[in-house]
């Protein structure tokens, strides 16, 4: 597998085809869900699995009943198929939920709409660090709900990829934490317009 400057979100199950296409000869797939506006979040959790379920069925042609979906502390969603270790991250947001699977070992995923919080400068100075808030201030106004999105998601998936909780920046940078998180690398994925998503992969993932 090339590594790719970016991945698409494949939505399910408008673009199934594609999607089962796609999984058939790559290793790592982001696929989504349209979700009703008014849905819980523990709804929105259960909608995913049975779409996971579904597509898993229908790619690996196994029966949605053999599938078991194990939600592991710390470690998102597995599956084993056929001697496969299947590791799933998940991300919900208003509108939409979005699962990450991978064929390599462990992942990320996060997914928020694009928007800049009031108190963006905080959330920043706390979680992002001064280099991305530097970024961010000398970003023009209209780009700045993109580029905040894009740095937050990166973080949540790069933190769900290492099996840890959100936390402030000066303990990201702790050696504990720096140890778990330099290896692993984001990527940008084009998704559905006024969201943003970002994936995240161990840095000794083999893509070959």
Same mark, same amino acid.
């Given at each position: 597998?090339?590594?790719?400057a ?11 085809q594609?999607?089962?296409k ?7 797939i982001?696929i989504?869900t ?5 849905? @819980? ?8 699995? @049975? ?11 196994i029966?949605a009943?053999?599938l ?9 969603? /597995? ?6 270790d ?18 390599l ?15 963006w400068?905080d ?7 001064d280099?991305?808030t ?11 709900a993109? /580029?905040?999105?894009? !740095?937050w998601t ?7 990829c ?24 984001t ?7 006024? !969201? ?11 893509f070959?």
């Open positions: 597998m090339t590594i790719p970016h991945f698409s979100l494949l939505m399910w199950p408008h673009e199934a594609t999607a089962l796609y999984f058939a000869s790559e290793k790592i982001v989504g349209q979700t009703p506006t008014s849905m @819980l979040r523990d709804a929105a959790r259960q909608h995913l699995r @049975l779409v996971v379920t579904e597509f898993l069925s229908a790619a690996l042609d029966a009943h053999d078991r979906l194990i939600s592991v502390i710390g470690q998102g969603i /597995r599956t084993v198929v056929r001697d496969m299947l590791q799933i991250s998940t991300s919900h947001e208003t509108g939409i939920s979005v699962a990450a699977i991978s064929r070992g462990q992942i990320g995923v996060d997914l928020m709409r694009t928007t800049l919080p009031d108190d400068q959330l920043a100075g706390v979680y992002l660090g280099q991305h530097a970024s961010l201030i000398a970003t023009p106004l209209s780009l700045q993109q /580029r905040f999105s894009q !740095y990166q973080l949540e998936a790069s933190l769900k290492a099996g840890l909780g959100l936390t402030e920046y000066e303990n990201q940078i702790q050696a504990a934490y720096r140890s778990q998180l330099s290896n692993i690398r990527f940008s994925i084009n998704t559905v317009p006024e !969201y943003t998503a970002s994936l995240a992969i161990s840095g000794t993932t083999d070959a």
